[in-house]
């Protein structure tokens, strides 16, 4: 089961977070995109307050699929838009290839890189990342107090992490902890993405130009693989946009999940 919320009215809009996060990574841009989306915020599997990772058949990418469309199947969606940053960009392209949703759109998406010594500099990443939040337990209500050394704790995934509260810090860090299983699972299956998109389902890539998780170079890598993608660019934000720029988040996940026909004020060239 995954634990999830409901928000607004409007198009459906799915919001799926990345590795070790949970769904209050949304909250920063939630209440700009409730007047035009019915927002649906959700758990991963083994992560926030979902139920473990349960893999089946070794399968790792199939087992996320299900517990996607079974979410769906249990909240009555049918081809809703999805959104996901970096794990979650993931899981909302492969939902687009399978056709399940009527738009993807993605911020930072695990997904691009060349091979396996390319993709062992993020799993050295994310294994820093975890250390630090298992190390720094015992001082973390002090360290999160203050917003010079919020910013310094998520310097690795937001250039902005002080706008996020301390309360908020804290849950992420043991959420993180509590992903741990799930991340060891997900890492030694992960590889690129290279399955086709049906053209009528419109995907969005956005990438934190201060992305120090996932380097630039992937951008170019998914121009290539997905031509006909709406590429974007994400001034001044992480690997974790969302609290660093969340009016430019917002536009950029209402207009991937726009009804066709349909174009919104200030649009991004």
């Known amino acids: 089961m995954l634990r999830y919320e409901v928000h607004g009215s409007g198009e459906p809009l799915v919001l799926v977070h990345g590795l070790t996060h949970r769904r209050q990574a949304w909250y920063p ?3 700009r995109l409730v007047e035009h989306r019915r927002v649906f915020l959700i758990d991963l599997p083994g992560h926030g307050e979902s139920s473990d990772l349960v893999i089946t058949g070794g399968d790792v990418q199939g087992s996320l699929r299900r517990a996607l469309t079974d979410f769906m199947d249990l909240v009555g969606l049918e081809r809703p838009h ?16 399978d056709g399940l949703v009527r738009s993807a759109t993605t911020l930072s998406p695990a997904a691009f890189w060349y091979g396996g010594l390319d993709f062992l500099y993020v799993r050295n990443a994310f294994r820093a990342l975890t250390a630090s939040a298992r190390v720094l337990r015992p001082v973390s209500p002090l360290l999160t107090r203050f917003g010079t050394t919020r910013h310094l704790l998520l310097s690795p995934i937001a250039t902005h992490g002080e706008r996020l509260p301390a309360a908020g810090v804290m849950n992420d860090m ?21 399955r086709a998109i049906p053209a009528d389902i419109p995907v969005t890539i956005a990438w934190g130009a201060k992305d120090h ?47 066709a026909g349909v174009t919104l004020p200030g649009a991004i060239a």
């Open 29 to 31: 841009v939630l209440d």
């Open 82 to 97: 999805i959104a996901g940053n970096s794990l979650g960009g993931r899981i909302a392209l492969e939902a687009a290839a």
């Open 174 to 194: 043991r959420g993180m902890r509590r992903a741990l299983p799930a991340m060891r699972t997900i890492f030694p299956a992960a590889e690129p993405f290279h």
């Open 213 to 259: 998780i996932l380097l630039p170079y992937q951008a170019r890598i998914a121009a290539r693989r997905i031509p006909g993608a709406r590429h974007l660019w994400l001034p001044d934000c992480g690997h974790v946009p969302m609290a660093d720029d969340p009016a430019l988040v917002a536009r950029v996940l209402l207009e991937g999940s726009r009804p």
